[in-house]
Nanobody, 121 residues
Framework: QVQLIESGGGLVEAGGSLRLSCAAS????????MAWFRQAPGKERDFVSA????????NYADSVKGRFTISRDTAKNTVYLQMNSLKPEDTAIYYC??????????????WGKGTLVTVSS
């Protein structure tokens, strides 16, 4: 099993920045992809960004390209999401997710409990 704990959410004004962190523990040796998803009120959970084990491969949803940056500290088993130029439509619960052994941006194996990001206009 892999446990994922998110942190760094909060309330920020539009145009501001936040950095989310996700710490993994347990069978972390099996994790290849780490990713962020988000779920806005009344909507489905959507993919935000993903990063491979080495960090050499990343992917972003079109809605966050150029504003969000994903990074990974393998030694600390932690993935980060730097969010800049935040918009009210970025308001959501942000979930960290992990996939074992392969690259993936869906059908993840493990999920965190989420951290709330609220962007005020």
């Amino acid at each position: 099993q892999v446990q994922l704990i998110e942190s760094g959410g909060g309330l920020v004004e539009a145009g501001g920045s936040l950095r989310l962190s996700c710490a993994a523990s347990g069978r972390t040796f099996s994790v290849y992809t780490m990713a962020w998803f988000r779920q806005a009120p009344g909507k489905e959970r959507d993919f935000v960004s993903a990063i491979s084990l080495s960090g050499s491969r990343t992917n972003y949803a079109d809605s966050v390209k150029g504003r969000f940056t994903i990074s990974r500290d393998t030694a600390k088993n932690t993935v980060y999401l730097q969010m800049n130029s935040l918009k009210p439509e970025d308001t959501a619960i942000y979930y960290c997710a992990a996939k074992q052994y392969i690259w993936a941006t869906y059908n993840m194996d493990y999920w965190g409990k989420g951290t709330l990001v609220t962007v005020s206009s």
